[in-house]
């Protein structure tokens, strides 16, 4: 039997628990904006420090 996994990106912004309980994996993107890149995990990227 082969093994599947479902990966999405981090911009569905599914809630941690609906990722976790379904087993999905999750790539982190990153906004490259001018010469900073911020990485959207949920963590480090905050939306209004790029206005």
Known sequence: MKN???VIDSTSD???NIYKGY???V???SVVFGA???L???I???GNSLL
Do not use: A, C, E, W
């Open 14 to 16: 599914l809630p941690r």
């Open 23 to 25: 087993d999905l994996s």
């Open 27 to 29: 790539v982190p993107l």
């Open 44 to 46: 480090s990227y905050v």
């Open 4 to 6: 599947i996994t479902i």
């Open 36 to 38: 900073k890149t911020y």
């Open 40 to 42: 959207d995990d949920g």
